[in-house]
């Protein structure tokens, strides 16, 4: 809402303050000023001028006149392109040196062959109207020489106000001038305090079909207007400053009473009108094409103004096209109405058709208004477009009584921490236009004004006092809170994750949960994998991506893809969330505000959503060390990602096998399966040729992806204690040899369980494959580490510790030692 | 060496002299200077202080002499032999310094080498600042709430008062989970974990929820679909403004440093009544960008203050809708964006930084600070 500071001013006497104390004000009150404009102050050098000789130059593609004028104090020639304007007219004249709106510059220049001492400005190039085609003709008695800005009365501020949804009152000049008057303490001048002439139901035949949408419908009876009378400048002004355009005279009357009490008003040309008025729900199939020339289907959950030959005005929203007034229509039927604010807000969305009118229903117009906004819209036009002065007004009044709100006295004073005496709360309450009656020692039974239909309950009058005593006067304590029990286990496990894997070098990410269909064929997923993605919105950001995640490798992927592509090749990502999975729910039970839900009816609410478990990622491409002068380096591959699981398991005291598997987006020799005991953790290794082509990553790209989930329920509850001896150490060396196919960890297992207690450690430091070995196998050599706690080893002890770790190798591998 | 062997006239044998051991001594002495490198010095220790060394020969021949004689004699040898042993520690330590010395030299590295063999990793800004505002809740005694993010209809709007025909939850607002009618949204903030909250605990409830938030958004400089929220909610009987206003001070000096300004303004939220808005003052121009003729401010665009995020008395109806009576509870709620106030915090001015994920970016945020 724009509201010039000059048109507040004819409602409240705040004197000589500056705009920008007013908008502190109002912002503190809760009418967000967002920007205060100081329009005029930056034209300078602009004065009145008369023409006084034009010379039509020709040779030119288009018009132009060779001007002299008289300035008042001297003779001065300038160049015009426009022609609206003749000898004798009184002009505004830009005299150099002259600056214009947005620091535009006038000084004398050559142009057309001649030196044009300045210009003649349009309305446009002064900023008070959209006018560009021609010069500004100005009235004739205004005095030569002047300050335009002066004489005009270009000199004005605007408050640009953001206004909140439960604030409808404060769409009006009238509204935001009652919280002006409020917050400086002075009188306010209410303008829809007028006089109005007494309902007559014989003035037009009116009636309401749906009270609980429209509970006013109030219609003056105008005739003898002057189709052709103009908008006075004054109002063309105002309406422009406040940011709506100037149209006519009939539109104009009714646009500046909404913007001046808030009262939306429609003006149907009284002779394309047949028959009665009713304001009633559309009929299915029914149509209407509104005044944007928009051919509109409606249906029963419109409502609409119609006459015999159907809907004539989509109520509260905007009117047809088939009644709108033109420039012949001399008798009027004026609307002003009270529509329900729920039902307007629905039609303009539905019909996407926000207008003036629509956006203060929506927020709830002043009910009471009806009559004195029809009167001054009335007023006007018999002043301005000599109608009749006879207006009779049928006015359908079906209003429910206003209900009163029982207030503690205390209440506000409770809720704000700052104790309020009575007398205050009463006081303010009467300032927002509350009515009181004392209805007992402690409560107050609090009526709110006819323009506060967003006042109903005492959290809403609490507000009120808060507000206008001022938030800034709060003041500031803070609460003890109960002891706490700290972060939960996987709060604080989660962070250690996320810990753990970045001081491992991965960086991590928050990458988009949004996937398009294709993902899953990029990773190469079978139709019925869960990480397939099922959970769909609909109404997605991107049509492309209408999916969300169900594992976190795409976003890790387009991430990383990111980063190569800008020119870092080295790169190691991490990312933990959740991801989506959709699984077969009944639908949410329907359940009422402001009530507890039964646990079985919370339960089936959780019930209805998709399956969200926590997953861990990482990602990473080019060298996991650096080449550097130290060596040449090694590159990222299958055994980092494995390691990254591994790494996470060990941090967190998980023990997790690690064995061969097939799957989806791996490589199928070099992939990984984690396993917490029986339990899939997850999968990790390098990604498979295809996919690594279909998602566009450098060749070797490795990846692992684990449950969140599972790992940390696996967390041992209680860290134990590992006895630790003080014995020396001794070490042994074995070399197994072994078929290929025999995996690593099946013989550090055999070993492990073959060397007893007495095995500390057992070590794989070097795999030899050669001519030296069978075909087919290859030579594993472990260091054994050996140590008792309660004594020193002997070298028999020692043998024998080794000769059984190998012996088991041997049983159930068929290891020989080498 | 050995004196005639005259076993009844035991004689002074010449090794034994008093100027045959000076002259030994003198020898080894010269020889241990004369000792180049530590092998040349353990060459000179086999002679002169090996087995078959001058003193050793001497020592020998002590045997031989008749006892009144060998006490003196084998005082004069020991005297010798200390000489001589001493002259080679001496010797032996300076050239042991000497080689040290020099290998250390020789083992001189440069330090300034490139030692960064693993690149370095971190963690999302976004991550730290969730874990820095919880951890200064935490110490207060509050605790971390959590919620799903693909939540239920009835969790992120009609028990937040925020009813049926509200624009929010308008396609243009809220993301819809298919089918558009099954009552599941993306939560499209975290306001929704205040009920889940006082639905499990009941009061008194002291918590904060941080977490990701969806809005139907298209991402550029300012917006982005997918952003982190800080939700704050404390229900307890007696609980005012005043401790809305304290809570939030100790907030934002937490995030933004000690001694910031913060101030309330009245403003309209669903869940909330009284609701208001939370500005921060502008640290960079403390206001002056907003006086006349003061200096433009990038910061806060010459407005002096800084939006931060939302607040207010939490609405009798979310009270009830979460079974905490209204009459003898009341609590306050707060909420502020994460990338907004980082995008404040460190004077960013493309939100996109924080979702793209370049780890240039991460790493120069991903500190603790």
């Known amino acids: ?818 | 060496m050995s004196g005639p062997n005259d076993r009844y006239d035991p004689k002074e044998v010449s090794a034994l002299s008093a100027d045959e051991l000076d002259a030994a001594v003198t020898e080894a002495r010269a020889a241990f200077l004369a000792a180049g490198d530590l092998g040349a010095l353990a060459t000179a220790h086999v002679a002169h202080l090996g087995n078959h060394a001058p003193v050793a020969l001497a020592r020998r021949e002590l045997g031989a002499l008749p006892p009144q004689a060998r006490a003196d004699a084998g005082r004069r040898v020991n005297d010798a032999r200390t000489a001589i042993q001493a002259a080679y520690d001496e010797r032996l330590a300076q050239l042991e310094a000497e080689r040290d010395e020099r290998v250390l030299v020789e083992e001189t590295v440069d330090v300034t080498l490139p030692t960064d063999v693993q690149p370095t990793g971190g963690r999302h800004p976004l991550t730290l600042i969730q874990e820095r505002v919880a951890d200064v809740f935490v110490g207060m005694g509050w605790e971390v709430a959590e919620g799903p993010e693909v939540e239920a209809e009835w969790l992120n709007f009609d028990a937040l008062n925020i009813p049926a025909w509200h624009p929010a939850r308008e396609t243009q607002d809220t993301l819809w989970i298919d089918p558009p009618s099954g009552g599941v949204v993306l939560r499209t903030h975290t306001s929704p974990v205040q009920v889940r909250a006082l639905l499990e605990r009941g009061a008194p409830c002291y918590v904060v929820a941080p977490g990701r938030v969806y809005r139907q958004e298209a991402l550029d400089a300012t917006h982005t679909p997918v952003f982190h929220q800080l939700e704050g909610l404390a229900v307890d009987e007696g609980l005012s403004m005043a401790d809305l206003r304290g809570t939030l001070k100790m907030l934002a000096a937490a995030v933004f440093g000690p001694g910031t300004t913060t101030r309330l303004r009245p403003d309209h939220y669903p869940f909330t009544e009284p609701s208001a808005d939370v500005d921060v003052r502008c640290w960079v121009c403390l206001g002056a960008s907003a006086l006349p003729g003061g200096e433009p401010c990038r910061t806060c665009r010459s407005e002096g203050w800084i939006e931060w995020g939302g607040s207010g008395m939490v609405h009798p109806v979310v009270l009830a809708s979460a079974g905490v009576d209204p009459e003898r509870y009341s609590g306050f709620a707060f909420g502020m964006g994460l990338e907004r106030t980082l995008m404040v915090r460190h004077g960013l001015s493309d939100i996109r930084d924080l979702v793209e994920g370049d780890v240039r970016f991460t790493l120069s945020l991903g500190r603790e600070d």
């Open chain 1, 1 to 818: 809402m724009r509201v010039p500071v000059s048109w507040l001013r004819d409602y409240v006497d705040v004197g000589d303050v500056d705009s920008r104390d007013i908008a502190d004000r109002l912002t503190a009150a809760g009418l967000q000023v967002e920007r205060v404009e100081f329009l005029g102050s930056d034209i300078q050098g602009v004065v009145i001028a008369r023409v006084l000789e034009i010379e039509e130059l020709t040779g030119y593609k288009k018009p132009i006149r060779w001007v002299r004028l008289d300035d008042g104090t001297s003779e001065r020639h300038v160049v015009c392109g426009a022609s609206n304007f003749e000898i004798g007219d009184i002009v505004a004249y830009a005299r150099p040196p002259a600056t214009l709106p947005g620091g535009f510059q006038i000084e004398a220049r050559k142009t057309y062959d001649h030196l044009s001492d300045g210009m003649i400005c349009s309305g446009a190039e002064l900023g008070i109207s959209e006018e560009r085609d021609g010069i500004l003709r100005l009235p004739a008695d205004l005095t030569l020489g002047d300050d335009a800005v002066d004489a005009l009365g270009l000199r004005d501020d605007v408050l640009d106000i953001s206004i909140n949804p439960d604030r409808g009152y404060a769409l009006s000049v009238r509204g935001v001038a009652r919280e002006v008057a409020t917050s400086y303490g002075i009188p306010f001048r209410d303008p829809a305090d007028v006089e109005v002439p007494a309902p007559d139901t014989t003035a037009y035949q009116v009636s309401i079909d749906d009270p609980a949408s429209c509970d006013r419908y109030l219609l003056r009876v105008l005739r003898g207007i002057d189709p052709t009378a103009p908008s006075p400048r004054w109002l063309q002004r105002r309406l422009t400053l406040a940011g709506m355009r100037p149209i006519s005279l009939i539109v104009d009357v009714a646009n500046h009473v909404m913007l001046d009490v808030g009262q939306p008003l429609h003006t149907f040309d009284a002779g394309r009108v047949s028959g009665p008025i009713v304001v009633r729900r559309a009929r299915d199939g029914e149509r209407i094409v509104t005044l944007d020339g928009v051919d509109r289907q409606l249906d029963s959950t419109d409502l609409v103004i119609a006459d015999d030959s159907g809907p004539i005005a989509l109520a509260g929203v905007m009117g047809g096209a088939s009644t709108e007034v033109t420039e012949s229509t001399s008798d009027v039927l004026l609307e002003a109405a009270h529509f329900e604010a729920v039902l307007v807000s629905g039609a303009a969305r539905r019909h996407r058709l926000g207008s003036e009118a629509s956006r203060r229903f929506e927020r709830g117009v002043d009910d009471a208004l009806a009559p004195a906004g029809a009167e001054l819209a009335v007023r006007l036009l018999q002043q301005l477009a000599g109608a009749a002065a006879e207006a009779p007004a049928v006015d359908v009044d079906v209003r429910p009584p206003r209900p009163s709100i029982s207030l503690t006295a205390d209440l506000p004073g409770r809720l704000a921490g700052v104790p309020y005496s009575r007398e205050t709360v009463e006081r303010r309450l009467r300032e927002v236009g509350c009515e009181i009656s004392e209805s007992g020692e402690a409560t107050l039974s609090v009526t709110p004004p006819s323009w506060r239909p967003d006042l109903r309950i005492p959290a809403d009058l609490v507000e009120e006092v808060v507000r206008l005593e001022g938030y800034a006067a709060l003041p500031a304590t803070v609460p003890t809170a109960p002891a706490g029990r700290g972060l939960t286990r996987t709060q604080r496990l989660r962070r250690q994750v996320g810990r753990t894997l970045a001081a491992a070098g991965y960086v991590e990410v928050l990458s988009s949960p949004f996937v398009d269909a294709g993902s899953a064929h990029r990773l190469l997923l079978d139709a019925d994998d869960p990480r397939v993605p099922s959970v769909r919105v609909a109404n997605p950001v991107a049509d492309t991506e209408p999916y969300l995640r169900a594992t976190l490798l795409p976003g890790l992927f387009t991430t990383l893809a990111r980063n190569v592509g800008r020119g870092l090749t080295d790169v190691a990502l991490f990312e933990t969330g959740p991801v989506f999975r959709h699984r077969d729910s009944p639908p949410p039970p329907r359940l009422p505000a402001g009530v507890r839900p039964s646990d079985s009816d919370l339960a089936a609410l959780d019930a209805s959503l998709p399956d969200q478990p926590q997953r861990v990622a990482v990602a990473l491409t080019g060298m996991r060390q650096r080449p550097g002068w130290w060596g040449p380096g090694r590159a990222a591959a299958w055994s980092d990602a494995v390691e990254a699981g591994r790494l996470l398991a060990r941090t967190l005291g998980v023990e997790v096998t690690v064995s061969a598997d097939r799957h989806p987006p791996f490589h199928p020799g070099r992939c990984a399966a984690l396993h917490v005991g029986e339990t899939l953790l997850g999968h990790a290794g390098e990604l498979h040729p295809r996919a690594i082509a279909a998602l566009e990553l450098p060749a070797g790209t490795s990846a692992m992806e684990l449950s969140l989930d599972v790992l940390l329920a696996a967390v041992p509850d209680l860290a134990t204690a590992v006895p630790v001896s003080a014995y020396p150490a001794g070490s042994v060396d074995v070399a197994l040899v072994l078929p290929l196919a025999v995996p690593v960890a099946a013989v550090e297992s055999a070993l492990r369980r073959g060397g007893g207690d007495l095995l500390e450690s057992v070590r794989l430091f070097d795999v030899y494959t050669g001519s030296q070995l069978p075909s087919g196998h290859r030579s594993l050599a472990f260091t054994l580490r050996l140590r008792a706690l309660d004594h020193t080893l002997t070298s028999e002890e020692m043998l024998a510790v080794r000769d059984a770790a190998v012996a088991v190798a041997t049983a159930e591998l068929g290891a020989v030692l080498r």
